[in-house]
């Protein structure tokens, strides 16, 4: 049972655009939430992370949109630089001591 | 200066062995995690050791067990290694559990043949 979901698997976005990665769970009992990246051969890093009581957190170019009735969660990179290309991982918990995480997006951000 | 550190990088070895991976960190965590990825890419938590102390033990073989000699240190020893186990497996690190920002390593990508 996959409580959250990435259900785009890869994203191609030109060189200045928006990208914007999706994230669907099933518990609504998640109140924290997180985005990884994650490039070939290393560990995922920590990009940005969003509570419940909030709608919206910004951190630069990243910023992350929660909309709890739908039980999404977004990532938007704007504007997107070929730097960005790499797996995006979203990841949840309802602070039980573990994160539970979708199967990631690969983003490619064309030249 | 590496955060979350994890050795061996690469691991290939042959079914019915047994294998120790190390990790450590050097961030002062209380927390270390060690989670699975298989090859349909789900990053799965396996174990979490809070103040050298077992919090979290996911359904896995008790072929896997985790030893955390100091809050630094969290090891994974496999036991009679099956293909199934073949994946990449990362530690992590974090001050508190679940409410936190983890740090991971850079993984072990474990072959079983």
């Known amino acids: 049972d996959q409580q959250v979901k990435q259900n785009s698997p890869s994203l191609s976005v030109q060189e200045g655009r928006i990208s914007i990665l999706n994230c669907d769970y099933t518990n609504s009992m998640f109140d924290y939430f997180l985005w990884y990246k994650k490039y070939p051969a290393e560990g995922p890093t920590f990009l940005i992370s969003?509570?419940?009581?909030?709608d919206k957190n910004e951190d630069g170019r990243f910023t992350v949109f929660l909309n709890k009735s739908a039980k999404h969660l977004s990532l938007h990179i704007v504007p997107s630089q070929p730097g960005d290309s790499a797996v995006y991982f979203c990841?949840?918990?309802?602070?039980?001591?573990?994160?539970?995480f979708g199967t990631g997006t690969r983003l490619k951000v064309l030249a | 200066d590496t955060a979350v550190s994890q050795t061996p990088k690469y691991l290939v070895t042959q079914m019915g062995n047994d294998k120790s991976i190390k990790c450590e960190q050097n961030?002062?965590?209380?927390?270390m995690y060690w989670y699975k990825q298989d090859s349909k890419k789900f990053l799965k938590i396996m174990f979490s050791y809070n103040n050298k102390e077992l919090i979290i033990n996911e359904t896995v073989p008790n072929r896997f067990s985790p030893k955390s000699p100091d809050k630094a240190h969290l090891n994974l020893h496999i036991n009679s290694l099956e293909l199934g186990d073949s994946a990449v497996y990362f530690c992590?690190?974090?001050?508190?559990?679940?409410?936190?920002?983890?740090?991971f390593g850079p993984g072990t990508r474990l072959t079983v043949l």
């Open positions: 992590a690190s974090s001050q508190e559990p679940a409410t936190d920002t983890q740090y």
């Open positions: 969003i509570s419940s009581i909030k």
């Open positions: 990841a949840a918990s309802e602070r039980t001591y573990k994160y539970i």
């Open positions: 961030l002062g965590h209380d927390t």
